[in-house]
């Protein structure tokens, strides 16, 4: 009861907070009082997520777990990053309902489980990483689809919606995020070729192949960005495809073992 509770006042919270973010670059009271909404939002979603995941015989990574713990990590990443006064506000308006959705997918399937017992404190740090590294690389790949949408728009000498950052600063932000999740997600593959005991029995070869050919076209862009100063539709390119291979490793694989072959 108090986890449904928990989870039906995150919901609340951050469809609240996306409206207030929503209104600005009003005053500053409409933005005070959404960081706010937000830190509650994400306290209360974890305190939902805590039940439905740490258990007794172990960690319960279900899909919809996973999917709400997931959300749960993009939301703390926004709110940190609004706290930091990052030009993201318009970002937060579209990712955070996005949040409230997977907590209501959760909500619905309450019994789905799949546990993993007895979890060494280095594959507890591999997943740790592996879902900051995965949430970063969700908010940069929306960041370069406003990027996309608001260059699109510049060509077409059509003006671009009010909410939206300077080109300079979207860019800025989607890079800074990228080179973040990919030092992540660098040092998360290392801890899982450590601590991954046999690949085929735990069911990991084709996610293990799509988040290292993922690790691939980021590392592409990172040495790009680097050596030849890529950017613009260069760039959102590689974000996009490299979280594609990415959400394939991380749900893909996840989706078909428990939802189609119902392998647990």
């Known amino acids: 009861m108090l986890m449904t509770f928990a989870n039906l006042a995150a919901i609340a919270t951050y469809i609240g907070a996306a409206l207030g973010l929503a209104r600005w670059p009003t005053p500053g009271q409409h933005r005070t009082l959404s960081l706010g909404l937000l830190a509650i939002a994400v306290a209360a979603h974890a305190a939902g997520l805590w039940p439905s995941t740490v258990m007794s015989d172990g960690l319960n990574f279900s899909v919809f777990n996973a999917g709400s713990l997931v959300a749960w990590c993009i939301a703390l990443a926004m709110l940190v990053l609004l706290l930091k006064l990052r030009p993201v506000e318009s970002l937060a308006v579209a990712v955070l309902p996005l949040v409230a959705a997977a907590v209501v997918v959760e909500l619905a399937f309450p019994n789905a ?28 790949t929306l960041q370069a689809f406003f990027l996309a949408f608001a260059e699109r728009k510049l060509r077409s000498h059509r003006p671009v919606l ?3 950052p300077p080109l300079p600063a979207m860019e800025a932000v989607m890079f800074q995020l990228t080179l973040m999740a990919f030092l992540l997600l660098t040092v998360s593959l290392v801890l899982g070729a450590i601590y991954t ?3 085929r029995a735990q069911h990991l070869t084709h996610k293990i192949a799509f988040s290292l050919l993922a690790w691939g076209v980021f590392a592409t862009l990172v040495a790009g960005r680097w050596r030849f100063g890529w950017r613009g539709r260069h760039a959102i390119r590689y974000v996009t495809a490299g979280f594609a291979l990415l959400a394939l490793a991380f749900f893909g694989t996840k989706i078909v073992l428990e939802l189609v072959l119902h392998r647990i």
């Open 162 to 164: 009010h909410f939206l």
């Open 197 to 199: 005991a046999d690949v």
């Open 113 to 140: 489980r799949d546990v993993i017992s007895h979890v060494p404190a280095g594959l507890r740090l591999h997943i740790a990483l592996a879902l900051v590294a995965y949430s970063l690389f969700a908010i940069a």
